[in-house]
């Protein structure tokens, strides 16, 4: 008899554990095929369709997942193990996603065709996965931002991307136009002094100063201001609300509002123009009419700004965030700007030469805003990449780091069946280049053998077939993309694993019941 609660998933008596590793592994691999023939250079891409039947192409691999409607459990466990690795990274989700589908693969082999236990394979991978990560960690070698070798991580990273060849010598110039400005308590983190603007009307350059998506306040404001003492603000610049004077009724009291409104719109503008801003940048919600206005008569530059601007605009001119009115009376609030002025037929703002430097504007251009959009992610993605390069190191990337350490790894000793667990982490090593090499066109197995045989930091040609050294070719991954794929991998692999039964809250309800009538 059929059950009317659709998408409640009941294991049968017999081989509950069975079934529940089968079902929770083919929702795993269903996850892990919708990206893994976007890996490497000659990965394809995919079209997203959304329920509004809007377009978009792309070969991200945390951007299809985000896309998907997974309903199944662990299958969202998947997609968050991605999300959780373009966070912390910024690059490796779709490694991680078919790493983790290999895990789990085999592991699953183990416990259904072998009867090893799960507790067991969990032991084998977990010891495994922190063996390869040190042995990765051995293998790589440090870079600086000065080095042929951050070109060629970044051309890396981007290579198959839309345009990626292009975007890498855009990201290239961005990095090195911060250069040590990038540096962050002893580590460089670009997201703090490269801003990335996605614009379909303007070329690809790089801006040394930041650059805004926005307008004046107000066209009649000066179009340019040189020598600007810059504010930012985060008042309440609606001292009156429009609802209040909605709900009275009596017009003696609108009166009074308005008067009300009049005046303390003209003490802001007044405290305002008392400090010597000449450029105001508005991070207020709300501005009353009066106050834009006054602003306008005093031929003051005011913008609108994000809060997510803000942060970027304090570091790079100095000025600090005006909360509170009283904050005015503070004599360093203001910072300041060589120049700011308003590109109008661009639709952009131009901040140059703030007084404490250190952040570039990389301008991300496309014919259309899907191709805009995605480019846009891949300067991104660059970027990530080489921050993760630059603080960690690098090592041979194309698969072969993975590959050259599976030996090394299967000669750790364990106690017990779970040596077994070992072939869980080399498997899923070794799938990395064998997917890249079958997205190429190649017989993935086949070309891997014939690498095993090569030389530690050989890989394949992906374009000729041949074994090749990947640090001459300049193929280089960064090593803490690898790792903390591997070590997401490694998590989820060991959470479904030890999953034995898949139960519905009403599961627990029944037995709950049949509990207590005993």
Not at 21 to 36: C, K, P
Not at 437 to 443: I, S, V
Request: charge should be negative; glycine fraction near 6%.
């Amino acid at each position: 008899m059929s059950n009317p609660n659709y998408g409640v998933w009941r294991p049968m008596a017999e081989n509950v554990e069975f079934n529940a590793l089968e079902s929770n592994s083919n929702a795993v691999m269903a996850v892990a095929d919708t990206v893994r023939t976007t890996l490497g250079p000659k990965g394809l891409d995919k079209l997203l369709i959304d329920q509004a039947m809007n377009r978009h192409i792309s070969n991200d691999g945390v951007t299809i997942l985000l896309s998907l409607r997974a309903i199944h459990p662990v299958a969202r466990m998947i997609v968050e193990i991605a999300e959780r690795q373009e966070q912390l990274v910024g690059d490796g989700t779709t490694t991680a996603v078919v790493m983790a589908a290999e895990m789990i693969k085999e592991g699953k082999r183990l416990v259904k065709e072998l009867g090893v236990h799960p507790t067991k394979v969990v032991e084998g991978i977990e010891s495994g996965v922190k063996e390869a990560c040190k042995l990765l960690e051995h293998e790589a070698k440090r870079i600086s931002l000065n080095e042929v070798a951050l070109e060629q991580v970044v051309k890396t990273s981007l290579s198959s991307k839309l345009d990626g060849q292009k975007l890498s010598l855009l990201v290239i110039s961005a990095l090195r136009s911060v250069g040590n400005n990038a540096i962050h308590n002893g580590t460089y983190d670009f997201d703090r002094s490269i801003m990335v603007l996605r614009r379909t009307t303007m070329e690809d350059r790089v801006v040394n100063g930041i650059v805004l998506e926005r307008k004046r306040l107000d066209p009649e404001m000066p179009l340019e201001m040189k020598d600007a003492k810059v504010m930012i603000v985060k008042l309440d610049l609606k001292p009156v609300k429009e609802s209040w004077v909605k709900e009275s009724s009596r017009y003696e009291e609108i009166l009074n509002m308005e008067n009300d409104r009049i005046a303390k719109s003209k003490e802001i503008v007044n405290s305002l123009l008392a400090t010597g801003a000449k450029a105001i940048l508005i991070a207020s919600s709300e501005v009353d009419q009066v106050i834009e206005d006054l602003l306008v008569a005093n031929k003051v530059f005011a913008v609108r700004i994000s809060i997510e601007e803000i942060e970027y605009l304090s570091r790079y001119t100095g000025a600090k965030p005006v909360r509170m009115m009283e904050d005015l009376k503070n004599s360093d609030l203001l910072g300041r700007a060589n120049r700011i002025y308003e590109d109008e037929d661009k639709g952009v703002i131009y901040i140059d030469n703030g007084s404490n430097g250190g952040i570039s504007t990389m301008i991300v251009s496309g014919t259309t805003k899907e191709t805009s959009l995605e480019r846009w992610r891949g300067a991104i993605d660059g970027v990530n990449a080489a921050e993760a390069a630059l603080n960690k190191g690098v090592v041979a990337g194309g698969g072969a780091a993975e590959l050259h350490v599976i030996e090394k790894v299967k000669n750790l000793r364990l106690r017990g069946i779970e040596q077994v667990g070992l072939e869980v982490v080399t498997s899923a090593l070794e799938s990395i280049m064998r997917q890249i090499l079958t997205n190429a066109g190649f017989n993935g197995l086949e070309k891997v053998m014939e690498a095993k045989t090569s030389p530690d930091t050989f890989g394949i040609n992906i374009n000729s077939g041949d074994p090749v050294d990947m640090w001459k070719l300049g193929v280089l991954d960064p090593l803490l993309v690898k790792t903390m794929a591997l070590e997401a991998a490694g998590e989820i692999a060991k959470s479904v694993l030890r999953i034995d039964r898949n139960l519905a809250a009403e599961d627990l309800s029944q037995q709950a019941l049949s509990e207590t009538r005993r």
